[in-house]
Structure formats: C-alpha cells, structure tokens
C-alpha cells in the first residue's frame, strides 16, 4: 500500500541528502523543529501545505517538483506508466537543465524509466 506521507517524507529527505545538507540546517531554515522535520522525512507525521512549503523553500527546490516527483513515485508503485509531459527543450531553456535551475544534482532530471517503488 502506498501511504502518500511516506513518499514525501522519503522525497524531502532524498533532496535535503543530496545537498549534503543536516535535518539540523533545513529545520532552522524551515522554522520547524528538528523533531518535526524528522518525523515528516519518515513519513511519521503529515506535512500541512504551509509546512511543505516552507521545507521546499529551505531546500530551495520548488513544491510543483517535490509534488511531481511524488507522484511518478506513485504512479511508479501503482504499476502505471505516465508519458512525460515536460518538452526535453523546456528543461533546456532554463539554462542547463531542470536540475541546474533548481540547485540540484541530475537526480532531479532523472528520466521517468530509471524510478523504481520505494519502500
């Protein structure tokens, strides 16, 4: 069974490792409680919208991606293939690329067929 704040939880955790960033660092950043943010990153506790966001906006990495990357984990799980609906020249014409754009690393840009299930 896929359990949506488990997903999140393992999003937001995956984008704060990346950075090379501490649970310490985005929660000060955040303004919620070290606790808190450990438990959402677990999938412990349902993040509310005012609090996704304010996660994202500490990473620095736009809500509309955490939601998308949730969802492919999902659609992933679920056994559903979901076509790309992002041109390849969009991504480009930010720069470098989504990841870039995003201060990211090509985890970000990963092409729907290398997702796996999570959990």
């Known amino acids: 069974?896929?359990?949506?704040?488990?997903?999140?939880?393992?999003?937001?955790?995956?984008?704060?490792?990346?950075?090379?960033?501490?649970?310490?660092?985005?929660?000060?950043?955040?303004?919620?409680?070290?606790?808190?943010?450990?438990e959402v990153e677990r999938g412990q506790k349902e993040a509310s919208s005012e609090l996704l966001s304010s996660i994202c906006d500490a990473l620095d990495v736009p809500l509309s991606l955490v939601l998308r990357e949730v969802s492919d984990r999902v659609a992933v799980a679920e056994g559903l293939l979901i076509p790309d609906t992002v041109p390849a020249d969009l991504t480009v014409a930010a720069g470098l690329g989504i990841d870039r754009a995003i201060g990211g690393d090509a985890g970000w840009a990963m092409p729907r067929s290398e997702l796996a299930p999570v959990g």
């Open 1 to 38: 069974m896929v359990v949506l704040r488990r997903e999140i939880g393992d999003v937001l955790r995956d984008a704060r490792q990346r950075q090379g960033r501490t649970l310490r660092e985005v929660s000060s950043a955040a303004r919620v409680s070290l606790g808190y943010l450990s």
